[in-house]
């Protein structure tokens, strides 16, 4: 890896001294603490850095894919408004356990109207809802008049990956703003400071590998890298090979294996033959699903037909997304592929 392009790793995003002694995953260790250290979304950065300064936060709605810096982003404002009184000062819930109107109605409505005894530099209280879009629709509406009600005390921050599973009448309420996935070119510096700090041994092709995977997901590319960090015995730089065995995805060769099987065989054989694979290669079927959606695409079939087999695979796709049978979705994919092939 070529150290010259990298930026010192001493100044990464404030990390903290504890955090840096401690033995906690890395996505904690290297999460910012300060909004100066927040990777990528400047405009948003200096948006909410204008506002905090002026002291005309608003209610707000951070929404987008996992990993781009949502929570990261709410909990570094909390720290420049509210300095060593943001535990006092925020209630932060998930959305996804805590998601019925009786938190809403108990615990909410009771934190908004308190009044703030802290010597705080901001007199409003701050509820960060992280997974917002878990929360049931009765849950979100009472929420709504809560916001209504107390919104001269208390600010409310939504996190979310999907904004149209919030109800109308909290969009209206908040200023929005998205949360693109992190770019390549931030996404591996980071990535490089990170294995210089930790001296962990990467090919620069590795990193490009993990990157591409991760489809803009901070968290998931420095668990992955975590992962193939700790899964290294030796010296010497993990390869790709070596990152294909430690998170159980499909390397070259067996992605070949894989479409020369469904080609080749018929479909109770093909089924029974990448089921075997699947097992001894530790395959996840969603993988699996990806790289068939990769060939079809870059395949000569016609259009109608590839129109066809996408629509069967993001049927799929939500099948196992709501914990369907893995065999038995291997099976569909088989059949689609046979069908229409």
């Not at 700790?230 to 067996?254: A, F, H, R």
Request: charged letters at 20%; a negative charge.
């Amino acid at each position: 890896m070529n150290e010259a392009n990298v930026t010192n790793v001493t100044n990464i995003s404030n990390v903290s001294n504890v955090a840096k002694e401690g033995l906690i995953p890395w996505v904690e260790k290297y999460r910012p603490l300060h909004l100066d250290g927040v990777i990528s979304h400047s405009h948003i950065v200096n948006v909410l850095s204008n506002l905090i300064q002026n002291q005309r936060f608003p209610h707000v709605i951070f929404y987008g894919p996992p990993g781009t810096g949502k929570t990261t982003t709410i909990l570094a404002c909390a720290r420049k408004i509210y300095g060593d009184d943001v535990s006092s000062m925020v209630l932060e819930l998930n959305g996804s356990d805590d998601r019925g109107i009786s938190i809403v109605r108990e615990q909410i409505k009771e934190f908004s109207s308190t009044n703030n005894l802290m010597q705080s530099s901001s007199n409003l209280k701050l509820v960060v809802l992280d997974e917002a879009d878990s929360m049931t629709y009765d849950a979100q509406f009472a929420l709504r008049q809560v916001i209504e009600n107390y919104t001269q005390n208390t600010r409310f921050c939504f996190i979310c990956n999907y904004i149209t599973k919030i109800i109308p009448g909290i969009l209206s309420r908040c200023v929005s703003f998205n949360f693109s996935p992190i770019s390549d070119k931030e996404h591996k510096i980071h990535l490089q400071n990170i294995s210089i700090n930790e001296t962990v041994n990467v090919t620069d092709t590795c990193l490009d590998e993990i990157i591409k995977m991760s489809e803009g997901d901070m968290r998931r590319s420095i668990n992955v890298l975590q992962a193939l960090h700790m899964s290294n015995n030796t010296k010497e730089s993990s390869d790709i090979n070596e990152l294909y065995q430690v998170i159980g995805y499909p390397n070259p060769s067996v992605k070949t294996c894989i479409i020369n099987i469904i080609l080749n065989n018929n479909l109770k054989d093909a089924y029974q033959k990448i089921l075997s694979l699947k097992c001894s290669q530790n395959l996840c079927v969603n993988d699996i699903l990806k790289e068939l959606v990769d060939y079809v695409i870059q395949s000569d079939i016609k259009n109608v037909t590839m129109a066809r087999i996408i629509t069967e695979f993001a049927k799929i796709e939500v099948y196992l997304a709501n914990n369907v049978d893995e065999n038995i979705q291997l099976g569909a994919i088989l059949a689609t592929m046979k069908l229409h092939l």
